[in-house]
């Protein structure tokens, strides 16, 4: 079973950058597509980016439209680990950050993804 591992989360001030990692015990076919999720209180859980691993898609990110180019997702297959670069942070970008991984399929929805780290918190102050 993989286990998913996030951390690098905290409390930055707006305009402030934040990198965030997401470490898999092993590497598995479930992980052939990683992505980030986030959600924030009251809030239902929003896509953030993706990014397949292996095979033909290897390297293909995915972003979220509310993200206006502030984040870039990276990964190094080496270390089992996807990364989440975050710069100029606002108020609205505090939620928990999910790490998940899939199979590869539907690379936006949440339903598509089978492996889900238990989170890690983001928040922005203005």
């Known amino acids: 079973q993989v286990q998913l591992i996030e951390s690098g989360g905290g409390l930055v001030q707006a305009g402030g950058s934040l990198r965030l990692s997401c470490t898999a015990s092993?590497?598995?076919?479930?992980?052939?597509?990683m992505g980030w999720f986030r959600q924030a209180p009251g809030k239902e859980r929003e896509f953030v980016a993706a990014?397949?691993?292996?095979?033909?898609?290897?390297?293909?990110?995915y972003y979220g439209d509310s993200l206006k180019g502030r984040f870039t997702i990276s990964r190094d297959n080496a270390k089992n680990t996807v990364y989440l670069q975050m710069t100029s942070l606002e108020p609205e970008d505090t939620a928990i950050y999910y790490c998940?991984?899939?199979?590869?399929?539907?690379?936006?929805?949440?339903?598509?993804?089978?492996?889900w780290g238990l989170g890690t918190q983001v928040t922005v102050s203005s």
């Open positions: 092993i590497r598995s076919s479930s992980t052939n597509l």
């Open positions: 990014i397949f691993g292996s095979g033909g898609h290897d390297g293909i990110t």
């Open positions: 998940a991984g899939s199979l590869g399929w539907n690379p936006r929805a949440a339903s598509a993804y089978g492996v």
